[in-house]
C-alpha cells in the first residue's frame, strides 16, 4: 500500500523517534537557508522549493537519510561526499545514521541550488 502524505509532518511520524530527531533537523537547516524556501512533498517525500523550483527532497531509511539536490547538486559536491567517505549516485548522497548530520556542508549544497535556480531564472 502506498501512502499519500500530505505534509513533511505526516511523513515524520512513521519514523522512530530518534531519526525524527535527525529529519527535522534537516528540514530545519533548509529553511534556515532562505525565507521563500517552500515545502511540499514530491514523490511522496520531503520536498522544498525556491523561486517555484525544486530545490531539494530528502527521506528517511533504515540505516541513512537519503537527500537528493539533482545532479549538478552531486557534482559539484563530489569530492566532499568522498572525503567524509558518503555513498553517492548520479542524484542523491546518503547520509548514515550513525554519524552526525553534516549540516556544513548540507548547507552550502543548499546554497548552490539556490545560486543554480537563480541562473536559470536570468
Known amino acids: 500500500m502506498k501512502n499519500a502524505f500530505k505534509t513533511i509532518d ?15 533537523v534537516l528540514r530545519a537547516t533548509i529553511h534556515s537557508q532562505h525565507s521563500e524556501i517552500e ?16 530545490l531539494v527532497y530528502f527521506a528517511g531509511y533504515k540505516k541513512h537519510i537519503g537527500f537528493y539536490p539533482g545532479n549538478e547538486g552531486i557534482t559539484q559536491f563530489e569530492n566532499h561526499f568522498n572525503e567524509r567517505k558518503f555513498k553517492f549516485s548520479k542524484g542523491a548522497v546518503q547520509f548514515p545514521l550513525d554519524k552526525d548530520l553534516p549540516l556544513d556542508l548540507i548547507k552550502k549544497i543548499v546554497q548552490f541550488r539556490m545560486k ?5 531564472k536570468s
Open 10 to 24: 505526516e511523513y515524520f511520524v512513521l519514523f522512530p523517534k530518534d531519526l525524527q530527531i535527525k529529519l527535522e
Open 116 to 120: 543554480e535556480i537563480d541562473h536559470k
Open 39 to 54: 515545502e511540499y512533498i514530491g514523490y511522496q517525500m520531503p520536498a522544498f522549493r525556491y523561486n517555484g523550483k525544486p
